[in-house]
């Protein structure tokens, strides 16, 4: 019975490997026509179309941008000779979450990058810096306030001491975004909390942060694409739990996400700094301010969602389009490939404090 499973298993994986691998094909020999490119790696088994809005983007827009794009499943290899530019795994963090051999696979073929001198956009190997822990401990080292986190790797142990932490509460997975997010405000709440269903279970602080101007919580969205910042979003709700799918709309607060993301971010330099300590090259920062004004940054994220919202929030397109301009950028950048003066144009519609130091001299 498990040979049978197994087998269905391996039949399912190699059919995806294979679709992927078709898909591929058919739009390199559609698209990718430059003499030289960006080498773009996905895996089937994870979301390996959660980057094509990038790809549609520049079909529309800037097609001679696309043409740079090859797309390739993984294990990948280069031949000798390469025309690769640039190699970029569209991989979600951590990889090793989700797949110890695509994550070897990954590895091998930074290394074989490395040998050949082809730069590496957010290498694989530093994904994990972005874990709620980690992540916590370097934002953290460069005077940003992040929430007190704990690790849990023995339950009984961490319901007697918290963790060190005190109540209030959260418990969420260590590694990747989304998921389950367990808070805890009493004694009896934090002993019912369901720490059996966390793969690798971290206790983070709950720090206050609704507004005692309105009563809202707000969460803001940077994104910092190598020197450039993009603010993207604010989120908005009655409650602690800051999320799309909770966010409450009115003209007013529509006008005051409007104003944040076409002006720079007033945490542009602190929040670049971040990013460097976290060695990543394109990441995304959620944060908000306590109750003294300071900025508290909950968590990294170097694989963010980016999608066109529509209806009563296509008001967010500007700053979606600012921040698909920011990616390829720095794509383009890295390569050592002049910027088209229009992408430049999207980016630069944002004031000079969230464009790098060199581009607003």
């Not at 082809?118 to 994990?128: A, E, K, S």
């Not at 005051?256 to 929040?271: G, R």
């Not at 994220?301 to 009563?312: A, K, L, Q, T, V």
Request: charged share 25%; proline share 6%; aromatic share 10%.
């Amino acid at each position: 019975m498990r040979q049978r499973s197994a087998l269905r298993k391996f039949l399912k994986t190699g059919a995806k490997h294979l679709h992927l691998a078709w898909h591929d094909s058919l739009q390199n020999r559609l698209f990718a026509r430059a003499d030289q490119r960006f080498l773009v790696v996905r895996h089937p088994g994870k979301t390996p179309f959660f980057y094509d809005i990038v790809l549609h983007w520049l079909e529309q827009n800037f097609p001679k941008v696309r043409a740079l794009f090859e797309l390739h499943t993984i294990p990948f290899r280069i031949r000798p000779n390469s025309r690769y530019l640039l190699q970029i795994p569209w991989l979600q963090d951590p990889v090793q979450n989700w797949s110890q051999a695509a994550y070897r696979q990954a590895n091998e073929l930074a290394a074989q990058c490395d040998m050949l001198g082809i730069p590496v956009i957010n290498r694989v190997d530093r994904l994990t810096s972005a874990a709620k822990s980690t992540g916590a401990r370097l934002i953290g080292s460069v005077g940003i306030r992040t929430p007190k986190t704990a690790l849990i790797h023995d339950v009984l142990e961490f319901r007697e001491t918290h963790g060190g932490l005190e109540l209030p509460l959260l418990v969420r997975e260590n590694w990747g975004h989304g998921g389950l997010v367990c808070r805890a405000n009493t004694r009896a709440e934090f002993q019912q909390l369901p720490l059996e269903q966390f793969t690798r279970p971290v206790a983070i602080e709950l720090i206050e942060v609704q507004s005692q101007h309105d009563g809202l919580y707000r969460k803001y969205r940077y994104i910092a694409a190598g020197d450039w910042g993009i603010p993207q979003s604010m989120h908005v709700s009655k409650g602690w739990k800051v999320k799309g799918t909770e966010s409450i709309e009115t003209a007013a607060l529509r006008d005051e996400e409007i104003t944040y993301t076409n002006l720079a971010d007033p945490n542009h330099e602190l929040l670049q700094t971040a990013r460097k300590a976290l060695g990543l090259d394109f990441v995304a920062f959620d944060y908000s301010y306590d109750r003294e004004g300071r900025m508290v940054v909950w968590e990294a994220n170097p694989y963010p969602y980016i999608h066109f919202p529509s209806n009563r929030r296509s008001y967010r397109q500007p700053a979606i389009i600012r921040t698909l301009a920011g990616m390829i950028n720095l794509y383009l950048r890295r390569a050592a490939l002049a910027v088209p003066r229009e992408i430049n144009d999207l980016l630069e519609t944002l004031p000079s404090a969230s464009l790098p130091a060199r581009i607003a001299a």
